[in-house]
Every structure is written in C-alpha cells, then in structure tokens.
C-alpha cells in the first residue's frame, strides 16, 4: 500500500518508523525478531529505498533495533526489562517552611568537573547545542545594534524577541501579542518576579510533588509556606486533591509545571488544564505556570498550556531559552496577564532591564528559522536518550526500581527500593566518579530518599552507559 504525507511538515520515514515503533512496544514484534527486508516495505509502502533506510535508522537511533552484517534488522529492545511506572506520590498536605540549599550548592561546585559522568545536568550539554550559529547570529547583532548594544532595553525588554515569543504562541493555540511579555533574566528570574508580584511574606503557596528546587529555594527566600499536592508521574497533579485542600485552606497562589514537571517528566492532560483555571478562576487564585520545556516534546505536536484556557488574566505563563539553546544568555519571558503592571514595577526595581545583545541574538536567531531546525534535532536526540537510559536501568539497577516514561524534556524520576538511600549512593557514586540529584532535594518533607532524578541532556555515549552501569552496581551492593 502506498502511504501518504498526512499532515504538513510530517516526513514519510517518521510515519513508518512510528507504525513500526507501536509494534515492537505492543509486543507484536519481539525482541529478536526480524524486520521486514528494505525491499519488502519499499514495495509495500510505496516510497524509495532511502525512506525505508531513514525509518531504521531513526530506530536504531532510539536503541529499539540493530543491523546485523548481510542478514537485516532486528528487534533489540526488551519489554521485559522495561522498568514500571512509580505510583503516584502521597506527600503531607501541611504548610512547611524550609531550604534545600547546601547539597545544591554542590553539585554546582562539580558543574565544570569535566572528568565526572554528569547525570544532573540541568541544561543540554554543548555539543548539543547550535553554538556556532549562536556565536555568527550575536557577532551580527554586535555589528547592526546602535552603539554595539551597550545601552539600556527598556522595561518590558526587546520588541522583536517579544513578537517571536508571541508568535510562537501559536503552535499551542495562543493569540498573545509583543505587549503581552516580559523579558525576563531566565525563567527562575520569572518565576521570583511573579511570587513577589501576588505573595508576600507568611503566604502559602501550592505546588505538585516532587517539584523542582528552584521554585523551594525562592518560596524559602520569599517566607513562603509550601503545600505539596500529589502527582503522578504520568499525568501531574491531583485535581481531587487540589480541590479538597481549597475546601479548607486558603492559598495565595499555585506554582505548576503542567508540561514536562521537573522532575518526574509528567504530562498534564489539556481537560486537566482546562480544570485547573476553572478552579483558579472560581477562587480567585493565581496560577504560575512553568513553560520552560514546553517545546522539547517527543509526540507529533506541542502540548497547549494553562494559559490557553485563561479569559481572566489569573494566569502567568513562564517560559525561557534555558533549556533549548543557551542557558548562559539568561534570557526568559512572562506573559503576566493582569499582573502586567506589577512585575513592570518590580522588574523595574530589581534590575530595570534585560541584557540587550542577548536578546536580539535570540531574535534574529528565531526570525531565521534555525530555531525550529534545531529543536527538531534536540527533540529526536532527547527522545532517543529516554529510550537507552530506561534500557540501560533495566539492565543495570536492581530489578525492583521503578522509572518514569517522560513524552518530553530530558529528566528521569527513578524510585528506588527503600532500603537504598540515594544521598549514600550520591556520596559513594561520586567517589566513582558519577553523579546524579538525589529526590530529598525535590521536596520540604521527610520522603523520596530512596529516589533520584537522572538527566539525559548529553549526546549518548559508552562514558555514560559505565556510569548508568556504575550506579546500578553501586544500588544493588547497598541492598
């Protein structure tokens, strides 16, 4: 049968590649099987050799198939290995004050170590990145910037970095304009400006559990108490939860990551989000959502956000070029809703504007295209390193650990049995040269330490599977 492009930019390999991907996963094709020849599925599919050979590559690259010298493809992956999901979490629903600073502070310390097998990391590593196409954008930008872009931006920050955030927009269904955003210096940038803007000292804020450090080191900063909500891994937040807790507790606002949490990679389903602002709305709560990963996502179309669903201005809509292209250009955005005049205000206060020429070499870097290019191959990169890590545990850790299966971003959340405290096996692994985030840090209650976060934002390579095996070795000793 001849198959035919169904949707705009969708390439044919992708297509078959997908079809073939859904049997091995379903197990209609098993590991040691043997795919059907080049030739067979050339004619069956209608396309050129070169497709077919495409499709497998794009397999083989996600580690689900291998060549074997003058006999074909086959079958590799092992759905028996595969690790489970973790349950959904259960923490303590109290309003806790606290920090997890000092064991952060040391894996910055190791950040530049390069003799370590960074499993932390919180960005792509360089060769990842499109650094020589970055350097060429900002020289140019130097060049045509009046005064080589020493002056001051103004508050709100560049006009056309604004106009592309906002147009961009559009791939999950917004309609912002330029003047709906605020550059910001980073996302965790946008996110102080935005708990300062709607909180104040002795507030309580809500989040999803576990969650990312940087939102408790700056509610800890802030004075702010912290309601951990359950999440499950797959699907995020307990909606339920949310509710009944409003039934009894008043909250200041909501800090969410809907779209790839950090850390456990949760995916909150578009009716959750809807849900969610109608709660926001009926309360009159404010909502902080964290778009920073939006766009690394593995499946055929970017998820919507919160904000999508938001007619009352309550949302305040996150993001920043951290994880995608130059984490060191510290350059984010708020979308801030009715809140507009307010950040303005502290933004104002705080620093008065957004480095200039970092903001105009994103710009033009976007105006190009290179951008969409770029995420294509980070997303397919990402997407293959999910599938060799979850392997790689399978092989390796005890038979018991349990892993996330994230659609998007590049963080594993890994549960461990009880009886392995990760912040030993933090200590001992590191001593080999491997480190990782222990999952103390991802809460302010007395749980997740027989868990970790792992990061896969490297290019793949035998370094990394010794680590993987290393920390697998060392989990099962501590058993």
């Not at 078959?16 to 059907?36: M, N």
């Not at 984010?332 to 504007?353: C, E, H, N, Q, T």
């Not at 999910?386 to 018991?400: E, Q, T």
């Not at 970790?452 to 060392?474: P, T, V």
Request: aromatic share 8%; glycine share 6%; charged share 25%.
């Amino acid at each position: 049968m001849e198959i035919k492009k169904s949707r705009k930019n969708t390439f044919l390999y992708l297509e078959i590649a997908q079809k073939i991907e859904s049997q091995i996963y379903d197990g209609v094709l098993a590991t040691g099987d043997k795919l059907p020849s080049v030739r067979i599925l050339k004619n069956e599919y209608g396309v050129s050799v070169s497709t077919i050979l495409q499709a497998y590559y794009h397999l083989e690259s996600k580690s689900l198939v291998e060549p074997r010298p003058r006999s074909g493809y086959y079958v590799v992956f092992c759905s028996e290995n595969r690790p489970e999901d973790p349950e959904k979490t259960n923490p303590k629903q109290n309003a806790v004050l606290g920090s997890v600073t000092d064991m952060i502070i040391d894996f910055y310390h190791h950040l530049s170590n390069k003799s370590l097998v960074n499993l932390s990391l919180g960005v792509p590593s360089a060769e990842l990145l499109p650094i020589a196409k970055l350097n060429k954008t900002m020289h140019e930008t130097i060049i045509k910037l009046p005064a080589g872009g020493t002056y001051y931006d103004n508050i709100e920050g560049s006009e056309n970095l604004r106009r592309q955030i906002a147009q961009r927009t559009l791939l999950w269904g917004g309609n912002l304009v330029e003047s709906d955003i605020v550059i910001t210096a980073g996302c965790t940038n946008a996110l102080l400006l935005a708990l300062m803007a709607v909180t104040k000292a002795g507030d309580t804020i809500v989040v999803e559990s576990p969650v990312f450090f940087g939102i408790l080191q700056l509610a800890n900063t802030l004075k702010l108490r912290v309601i951990e909500l359950p999440t499950d891994p797959n699907y995020g937040l307990d909606i339920g939860a949310l509710k009944n807790l409003l039934k009894v507790k008043e909250i200041n606002a909501i800090v969410l990551i809907p779209n790839f949490s950090n850390p456990t990679g949760s995916l909150m389903p578009d009716e959750h989000k809807k849900e969610i602002v109608s709660i926001i709305q009926q309360h009159q709560i404010p909502l902080i959502e964290d778009d920073i990963c939006g766009e690394i996502y593995y499946g055929k179309k970017r998820p919507s956000t919160c904000k999508l669903y938001d007619d009352s201005g309550l949302v305040m809509w996150l993001g920043s070029f951290s994880k995608t292209l130059a984490g060191g250009y510290r350059i984010g955005w708020i979308a801030p809703g009715r809140f507009k005049s307010d950040i303005m205000k502290l933004k104002l206060y705080l620093s008065s504007s957004t480095t200039t020429i970092q903001q105009e070499a994103i710009a033009g870097f976007l105006s190009t295209g290179r951008y969409d290019y770029h995420l294509r191959n980070l997303r397919h990169t990402f997407h293959a390193n999910s599938l060799k890590y979850i392997r790689a545990i399978g092989d390796y850790f005890p038979k018991d650990t349990l892993v996330s299966k994230p659609k998007g971003s590049f963080f594993l959340w890994v549960e461990l049995n009880k009886k392995i405290k990760t912040k030993t096996l933090y200590e001992r692994a590191k001593k080999c040269n491997v480190i990782f985030m222990p999952g103390d840090i991802f809460t302010l209650q007395d749980q997740y330490h027989n868990c970790m976060r792992l990061s896969y934002a490297m290019e793949w390579s035998d370094e990394i599977e010794n680590g993987l095996k290393k920390l697998g070795s060392l989990a099962k000793e501590m058993m």
